[in-house]
């Protein structure tokens, strides 16, 4: 065991299995105390690596992240304190990794339950090696202005109301972490304050004792006087009587055993620690106090009174000359959390994105409003989902199946359209499924899939303008463009696309009105007078026909259509049908394990 000083200014740490809140509060406790550097040097996350980010005071740092503790302390050989946050099934493994490294020399352990098979090996290891073991079941130690562990003394509120942001003259150990935070505001309030606490945790074989820690603070000079808070169960505190007794100790010694109120039950009682149970008389907190007070140690009557001593016995070293009770400084401002702040309503922040279409704030997500549960419930089914999430509201049925079947008619088109033969060329060069999908996907625009929202477009400006069909193709001849959603590079007027036929059939069937699709027949019927293969294609039929649902429904106003058209709803529409296709085409090839595609030379035109 340490026979001085654990920690200083400059101490740092490797912390195992991340926790995002403790090491903030230690970052935090750094800042307060004007340390120079962070206090938590790396952070141990098995099979992760990488940097985590964490504010030291106002300022962003990024500490690394290693996976195994052999290369963080490799990587910060300075660092010689190690915080075991792993659960109770792997602390103990982690704790001696840890300790037979020869940069560690502090060890806490955070977790409660060890086997105490294992907490007697690692005791046994570090006694052997001169190494430190803070734990099991402990929420760590402090220094003073110094350094923390982990969650010790709680939040900085605490911490500054308890002056531990700058060093006092007290020693102080505990078996309790909770009743540390107690104390160190006790003790605070009736003298200048904690150099070092300690909380040596509850089990039954703790990796160090109380009087281990009381033989360190008797021989660290800024220490002047020592407070113990011990627990009924167990023997550790007669270790201390006797060190007492033998006079190792030459600093008053302040001490109070809690649990007196155990024999006030007729039967054993277990109290929170695994430790804190009576296993006889010598092991009852009368007994310790008792032993304690014959010791030559300050024992109060109750807790209640021990306060009380604490300030006596400080009071009287200051009286004789052995103390200065240190001067008080103003600790620096914590920057707060910008969260926090706007919980409490200090400060306003704008949001960095608006969403109108869904919410996953609440106990399940929502679409347009429209809980998932609700959805499932009423039996909707994609096209209600996409009338949700795309036009923000509950579209008539009738609609919500207008846009399955566009669905289903454009999720593929073979394997030889540009957009399939991209994916097939991707997938047999071996790349992963959305390389493929995405190689597919960019094809698609005016000449491939992409025509449905200017085929609205000029099909809505000619119809709403009372342009003839006439009038209507030959102003788009004269501008040089051709009429999007006209022709085919397979279908004839003698040979329809069938998907056109179908779309036509459901809506003449189920639409209110089907003015634009009419339109758009009599546009295709003065095409086909020029030429037989200038027939209206899908992408002319799901765009006249989209202009009918949104017209029809009832559901949106003029300026709302002109958007929908405008901002691309509707190419939206082909992509994701086509999207379906494509994957398909994907898993097709990897299944069937074609090799990589080479076009044949014979296909090619070369020439000067």
């Known amino acids: 065991m340490a026979t001085g000083q654990l920690f200083s200014k400059t101490t740092q740490a490797l912390f195992y299995n991340y926790k995002q809140l403790p090491i903030q509060r230690m970052l935090d406790f750094d800042f307060l105390c004007a340390r120079e550097t962070p206090s938590v040097a790396g952070i141990i996350n098995p099979g992760s690596e990488g940097f985590q980010k964490l504010f030291f005071g106002q300022e962003e740092i990024a500490i690394p992240v290693h996976s195994t503790i052999e290369a963080a302390c490799a990587a910060h050989p300075t660092a010689d304190v190690f915080i075991n946050f792993a659960s109770f099934r792997s602390a103990a493994a982690s704790s001696m990794s840890a300790l037979k490294q020869p940069t560690i020399k502090v060890a806490a352990i955070i977790a409660e339950g060890v086997p105490e098979s294992d907490a007697k090996e690692l005791i046994a290891y570090a006694k052997a090696n001169n190494k430190v073991v803070i734990g099991p079941a402990t929420v760590g130690g402090i220094q003073a202005g110094a350094f923390k562990i982990g969650d010790t003394a709680g939040t900085i509120d605490n911490i500054i109301q308890c002056k531990l942001y700058r060093p006092g003259s007290v020693g102080f150990v505990s078996k309790s972490g909770g009743m540390s935070n107690e104390l160190y505001n006790s003790i605070a309030r009736v003298t200048d304050g904690i150099y070092e606490g300690i909380a040596i945790g509850g089990d039954v074989f703790p990796g160090s004792t109380l009087s281990d820690h009381v033989l360190r603070f008797n021989n660290i000079p800024q220490v002047k006087m020592v407070v113990v808070l011990g627990e009924l169960g167990g023997r550790d505190e007669y270790s201390l009587v006797e060190a007492l007794k033998q006079g190792k100790i030459n600093k008053p010694v302040v001490a109070w055993v809690s649990g007196t109120c155990a024999t006030l039950f007729k039967s054993e009682v277990q109290f929170g620690h695994a430790g804190a149970k009576s296993g006889g008389e010598m092991e009852s907190a009368q007994a310790k106090n008792q032993a ?82 609700s959805i499932v419930e009423q039996g909707l089914g994609v096209g209600d989902v996409i009338s949700l999430l795309w036009f923000k509201r509950s579209l008539p049925r009738y609609c919500t199946r207008f846009i399955e079947i566009c669905v289903m008619l454009c999720a593929d088109h073979g394997p030889c359209v540009s957009g399939a033969h991209n994916s097939i060329v991707t997938a047999r060069a071996g790349k992963d499924l959305v390389s493929c999908l995405v190689s597919g996907l960019l094809t698609i625009g005016p000449r491939f899939g992409g025509a449905i929202d200017d085929a609205a477009r000029y099909f809505k400006d000619a119809y709403d303008k009372g342009l003839t069909p006439y009038e209507f193709v030959e102003s ?133």
Request: with cysteine; proline share 6%.
């Open 292 to 373: 304690l007070r014959d010791a030559g140690a300050i024992v109060p009557t109750s807790y209640e009174a021990f306060e009380g001593a604490i300030k006596d016995a400080f009071e009287k070293l200051v009286e004789a000359g052995k103390t200065t009770p240190v001067k008080e400084i103003t600790p620096p401002q914590i920057p707060e959390d910008l969260s926090t702040a706007i919980k409490s309503g200090k400060v306003r922040a704008p949001t960095h994105i608006i969403s109108t279409i869904s919410d996953d704030r609440g106990e399940e997500p929502c679409y347009a409003g429209v809980p998932m549960s």
């Open 476 to 608: 788009m001849k004269k501008k040089g463009i051709r009429v999007p959603g006209i022709g085919h590079r397979i279908k004839r007027g003698d040979n329809r696309d069938k998907r056109v036929e179908l779309l036509q059939r459901y809506a003449r069937e189920n639409f209110p009105s089907v003015k634009y699709m009419e339109y758009a027949v009599q546009v295709e019927t003065y095409t086909l007078s020029k030429a037989n293969n200038l027939v209206l294609n899908v992408d002319g039929a799901i765009g006249s026909l989209f202009l009918d649902l949104l017209a029809g429904s009832g559901m949106f106003t003029k300026p709302e259509i002109d958007e929908i058209v405008e901002i691309g709803y509707l190419n939206g529409l082909f992509v994701l049908a086509r999207s379906i296709g494509l994957i398909g085409h994907t898993f097709d090839q990897k299944r069937l394990k074609q090799p990589l595609y080479r076009h044949p030379w014979e296909d090619v035109l070369y020439t000067k």
